[in-house]
């Protein structure tokens, strides 16, 4: 059974950093493509951010939604089975509940996690 579990959410002030982390479980954590999903307060669900499975050569590919491009950052660490998401230069309308999802780029329909709420406010 797949198992997602994200941490990292709180109340940051706008042009701040956080880090979400979602750890793995129940399948083969290098082998899938891992990535982010959010939702903002009244609005739908929305693609974020991808990491490819490591190539031994290549290293991983990493895609972003144009909305986050140059501000966010997602890395993996295969031996830990764990995904991240670096946050940076923040701004109100990133507040969302961010999930871990295993999924193709810009997929929606992965199995998620519960989420981790990110609060952009002064």
């Known amino acids: 059974e797949v198992q997602l579990v994200e941490s990292g959410g709180v109340l940051v002030q706008p042009g701040g950093s956080l880090r979400l982390s979602c750890a793995a479980s129940?399948?083969?954590?290098?082998?899938?493509?891992m990535g982010w999903l959010r939702q903002a307060p009244g609005k739908g669900l929305e693609w974020v951010s991808t990491i490819s499975p490591l190539h031994r050569i290549l290293g991983a590919y990493t895609y972003y939604a144009d909305s986050v491009k140059g501000r966010f950052n997602i890395s993996r660490d295969d031996a830990k089975n764990t995904v991240y998401l670096q946050l940076n230069s923040l701004e109100p309308e990133d507040t969302a509940m961010y999930y871990c999802t295993k999924s193709p780029a810009r997929s929606l329909n992965g199995p998620r996690g519960q989420g981790t709420q990110v609060t952009v406010s002064s």
């Open positions: 129940g399948f083969v954590f290098a082998d899938y493509a």
